[in-house]
């Protein structure tokens, strides 16, 4: 694909339910990291990958939240027993640490998530 | 203390006018600078990166780094109502990571 893709683009649900994230990073892209953006906010840093590894979760904000990624290209973020303060747009970048610039991220559209 | 610091604005500023956007930074060991732009409901996108001390230009942006100072620019000229944005100043600090730390952005709001 030509850019970063995210889905759903919009998730309504319910406080309690588990909801999952998807990001489609660029093709070949070995960095992929997930931010949460509240609304008037800057961007919270939640996790980041390295391939399939992810070398820093600091920013998860709890254990309810987890994320994977599977061949070194798609990861999904799982949100367990969604609160309302989970509300926020989920955004993921990715970049190609293999070149000099490799830490330009490119972001995909973002995941709007409402808690009611 | 924050690591990347920026006014949050409201900057506003007439049609044609230079825009300056300041973001200062704590980790002096810092390497990377990055400019971003975000619509209002949108995602962000990179205008510029900055690795060298001195005036990158690109078009109608310069970004300027001081590493000295800590400090890192980003001018605008011959400002339009498109430019009206949030603009995020990111910074990979020293310790090896690829993970970049963002200011808040600062709003601005060019008018005709």
């Known amino acids: 694909g030509a850019g970063v893709s995210q889905s759903p683009s919009n998730k309504v649900t319910e406080k309690g339910k588990d909801v999952e994230l998807r990001c489609d990073p660029i093709?070949?892209?070995?960095?992929l990291y997930w931010y949460r953006q509240s609304l008037g906010q800057g961007l919270e840093f939640l996790i980041y990958?390295?391939?399939?590894?992810?070398?820093?979760k600091s920013g998860l904000p709890s254990d309810r939240f987890s994320a994977e990624r599977t061949g070194g290209s798609v990861s999904t973020l799982t949100i367990q027993r969604t609160q309302q303060e989970d509300s926020a747009v989920y955004l993921c970048?990715?970049?190609?640490?293999?070149?000099?610039?490799?830490?330009?991220?490119?972001f995909g559209p973002g995941t709007r998530l409402l808690v009611l | 203390q924050k690591e990347v610091e920026q006014n949050s604005g409201p900057l506003s500023v007439p049609e044609g006018a230079i825009a300056s956007l300041n973001c200062t930074y704590s980790?002096?060991?810092?390497?990377?600078f990055f400019w971003y732009r975000q619509y209002s409901g949108k995602s962000p996108e990179l205008i510029m990166s900055?690795?060298?001390?001195g005036d990158k230009e690109d078009g109608r942006f310069t970004a300027q780094l001081n590493k000295a100072s800590q400090y890192v620019s980003l001018l605008i000229r011959d400002s339009q109502p498109s430019d009206s944005a949030t603009y995020l100043c990111?910074?990979?600090?020293?310790?090896?990571?690829?993970?970049?730390?963002f200011g808040r952005g600062t709003s601005l709001i060019v008018h005709p």
């Open positions: 970048a990715s970049s190609d640490a293999r070149t000099g610039s490799g830490e330009t991220q490119y």
């Open positions: 093709s070949g892209h070995t960095a």
């Open positions: 990958f390295q391939g399939n590894s992810a070398p820093d």
């Open positions: 980790d002096r060991g810092s390497q990377s």
């Open positions: 900055i690795y060298s001390n």
């Open positions: 990111a910074v990979i600090l020293s310790g090896g990571s690829y993970i970049p730390t």
